[in-house]
């Protein structure tokens, strides 16, 4: 069935929240968050007024790729915890109304899911065909020029069967023919078992790359005006990556999330440079996903002409019903306090006040409501693959991944006194939760004032979007009939005009309940917002 009127306001006037489990809170002192950790700060997270959490993958790995390589896609890693620990995380946050979403990884497995290693058997084995098999090229390399976003080559030569793999990202993730019909099936399969568990969707992994060119063409070279989201080591990803059959899959799992009462939500990690691109995987903005992640605006610069440039053009050619996401922050990505606001607590709050005032629905990132900055990683630090290989040029991914500060100890809350964390704890004692919570005056009383504003106010929550005229370096904009956020993103002072009403939310509190009538002066690096 499709959703009924506001079934939707859940996730469309809501703010969700990503959290990365292994490094959010560790419950049995291994040094490893958990389910059971999760379950233990969700009144936290209630207060926080979040309406759902997406978790990093949680099923059963090897933890080549950390999650991203799925061994066993219906049953949780032993490392989180059990079935019944996701079961009581569902039921649970369902008593504070906080729904649940799971991350899903289509493209590729783990080299040790049960499917590869039967492949691997021979050219005749059951699910041979469930991968993505190439013979070599004439003079026996791999079959094409698709390279790996880890670098070097996409294949890799299983030397008993004379055959090639295709591996887009480790080689320990070999990637699945999505041409083929039993695939697609155990999928269907897959959503469902989740979904009749309660859980609410999906954060759908690299859901543009998920298909791939039916003859494997060779990608064409790259040259200096493709897109950056096509250039991958000299040539252009157009036969690995963006394939247009990619949408079938997505249209197929959007009518069997519609036969639930409650429609299950599909939110695609949709990594593509072109807005044009982002706007194809929300096809006729009611069969495809619900929403995907614009990498255009998580990649911007804090800047008041870029940002309202970006959302200007997603809100002219968005189809009509579709709904935009915007974050400034993940767990491929660095946090938003380093990238955009390089430490400083101002610049931090007026781009939470972006991302919460926006139409959309705002991700916000584990401890981007304290303002936590990348963690400090050393050679000796780093788990991720990738910073591995590319040490020193660069460090990974760990940086975002380390462990969520909750008190000023040295382990931060997050492990038992004495334990180490898998990852570095950052500067506990400079952030965290629980110093936070009692200063009326930190990024996380902001955080909450703001998010419960957006809650309570049907113009922020639900209204539409109408850029206003004001000065350079200021993003003014209106929201449904009555509500205008003034965004100064510089380092003067500016006067903005034509602006009536009360001050419900601002970066600075002492300006919270205040008139404005006409001309007000926005201080540097800060917003407010105004309700007539």
């Given at each position: ?9 859940w ?5 969700l929240y990503q ?10 002192g ?10 233990s ?12 959490l997406?978790l990093s993958?949680?099923t059963v790995?090897?933890?080549r790729?950390?999650?991203?390589d ?13 079935l019944e620990?996701?079961?009581r995380?569902?039921?649970?946050g369902?008593?504070?109304d906080?729904r ?7 493209n590729h ?15 005749d ?8 098999w190439a ?6 390399g791999?079959p094409?020029?698709?390279i790996s976003?880890?670098?070097g080559?996409?294949w ?6 004379g ?6 990202f480790?080689?320990?993730?070999p990637?699945?023919n999505?041409w ?34 039916a003859q494997?063409r060779?990608?064409p ?8 989201d096509?250039?991958?080591?000299g040539?252009?990803?157009v ?6 059959e990619?949408?079938d899959?997505?249209r197929?799992?959007?009518a069997?999330?519609?036969r ?7 939110i ?5 440079e072109?807005l044009?691109t ?6 006729n903005?009611?069969?495809?996903l ?7 605006f998580?990649?911007?610069a804090l800047d ?9 053009e997603?809100?002219?050619?968005l189809?009509?019903g ?5 974050t400034?922050?993940?767990h ?12 400083d ?9 972006i991302?919460?005032?926006l ?8 401890g981007?409501e ?6 400090p ?10 910073g591995?290989?590319?040490w ?6 760990d940086?975002?991944?380390?462990p969520?500060?909750?008190t ?8 038992p006194?004495?334990v ?11 952030c ?8 009326p005056?930190s ?6 004032r ?7 106010n ?7 979007y ?7 370096d ?17 380092d ?5 005009s034509?602006?009536r009403g ?8 002492e ?9 007000v ?8 917002v105004v309700?007539s």
């Amino acid at each position: 069935m499709a959703a009924g009127p506001g079934e939707d306001r859940w996730w469309r006037g809501g703010v969700l929240y990503q959290i990365y489990p292994r490094s959010y809170a560790d419950s049995n002192g291994d040094g490893y968050g958990d389910l059971q950790g999760i379950i233990s700060r969700l009144d936290y997270l209630a207060d926080l007024g979040v309406a759902a959490l997406w978790l990093s993958p949680v099923t059963v790995s090897p933890n080549r790729d950390w999650g991203y390589d799925v061994a066993d896609y219906c049953d949780i890693d032993p490392d989180f915890g059990t079935l019944e620990d996701l079961d009581r995380l569902v039921s649970e946050g369902a008593k504070r109304d906080v729904r649940i979403l799971l991350d899903l990884v289509p493209n590729h497995t783990s080299d040790q899911h049960p499917w590869f290693v039967d492949a691997r058997r021979g050219r005749d084995a059951v699910h041979r065909d469930w991968y993505v098999w190439a013979d070599p090229a004439l003079d026996g390399g791999p079959p094409n020029n698709w390279i790996s976003v880890f670098g070097g080559s996409a294949w890799e030569l299983d030397e008993p069967s004379g055959q090639y793999f295709l591996h887009n990202f480790e080689l320990e993730q070999p990637d699945l023919n999505w041409w083929n019909e039993d695939v697609r099936n155990a999928f269907d399969e897959i959503v469902r078992f989740w979904w009749d568990r309660g859980v609410a969707g999906f954060r759908i992994d690299v859901c543009n790359m998920m298909i791939k060119d039916a003859q494997l063409r060779d990608n064409p070279p790259a040259t200096e005006d493709d897109p950056l989201d096509q250039q991958l080591m000299g040539v252009r990803s157009v036969y690995n990556s963006d394939r247009p059959e990619a949408h079938d899959i997505l249209r197929r799992w959007r009518a069997i999330s519609n036969r639930y009462d409650t429609p299950r939500l599909l939110i695609g990690e949709t990594n593509v440079e072109q807005l044009a691109t982002l706007m194809q995987f929300y096809g006729n903005g009611h069969d495809e996903l619900h929403g995907g992640f614009n990498f255009v605006f998580i990649n911007a610069a804090l800047d008041a002409a870029t940002m309202r440039a970006i959302v200007e053009e997603v809100e002219a050619t968005l189809p009509d019903g579709a709904w935009p996401l915007w974050t400034g922050s993940n767990h491929d990505v660095s946090r938003l306090a380093t990238r955009w606001a390089g430490g400083d607590a101002a610049r931090v709050r007026c781009a939470l006040m972006i991302l919460l005032c926006l139409r959309g629905t705002p991700f916000l990132y584990q401890g981007d409501e304290i303002g936590l900055t990348d963690g400090p990683i050393e050679q000796a630090d780093l788990r991720d693959a990738v910073g591995i290989r590319f040490w020193p040029y660069y460090k990974g991914r760990d940086p975002e991944r380390t462990p969520m500060p909750w008190t000023h100890s040295r382990e931060g809350g997050f492990s038992p006194e004495g334990v180490r964390p898998w990852l570095p704890m950052a500067d506990a004692a400079r952030c965290n939760v629980a110093d936070q919570v009692a200063d009326p005056d930190s990024v996380l009383s902001f955080t909450r004032r703001a998010i419960a504003r957006r809650v309570s106010n049907e113009d922020l929550a639900l209204g539409s979007y109408t850029s206003l005229v004001s000065p350079g370096d200021t993003w003014v904009f209106q929201r449904g009939q009555g509500t205008v956020v003034a965004l100064n993103m510089s380092d003067a002072a500016r006067e903005i005009s034509g602006l009536r009403g009360s001050i419900t939310l601002a970066t600075d509190r002492e300006r919270e309940g205040h008139r404005v009538d006409g001309v007000v002066t926005v201080a540097p690096w800060s917003g407010l917002v105004v309700e007539s």
